[in-house]
């Protein structure tokens, strides 16, 4: 069911020309210009909770939204230890190529 939503709410957010980068499991990736990112954002979180809506016959799922300005990375908790241990194994890597 989460797949059939994100797929709706790909096609939503096309046809209201929102410029998806990428989709990350349940989320979706855009890119805009700085200066109207709180609007894109908030017409993106609109169209995930129609595709939710549609698929689920009414029923609207929450959206959990996340702004990443430049210079900013994704962070996310549970990804930590994952991240420090592909971290550690760059290191090791460019050690040994040095």
Known sequence: TA?????VACILA???DIPVVATVHDAM???VDID????????????????S???LRGYELPTDRQIIRPGEH???DGGAEMW?????LLARLGAQSA
């Open 74 to 76: 994704f962070h996310d």
């Open 3 to 7: 797949a059939e939503i994100l797929h």
């Open 29 to 31: 990736m855009i890119e």
């Open 53 to 55: 809506s549609l698929v």
């Open 84 to 88: 420090g241990t592909v971290e550690r």
């Open 36 to 51: 109207c990112v709180e609007q894109v954002d908030a017409e993106l979180s609109r169209a995930m909770r129609d595709a």
């Open 14 to 16: 096309e046809r209201r």
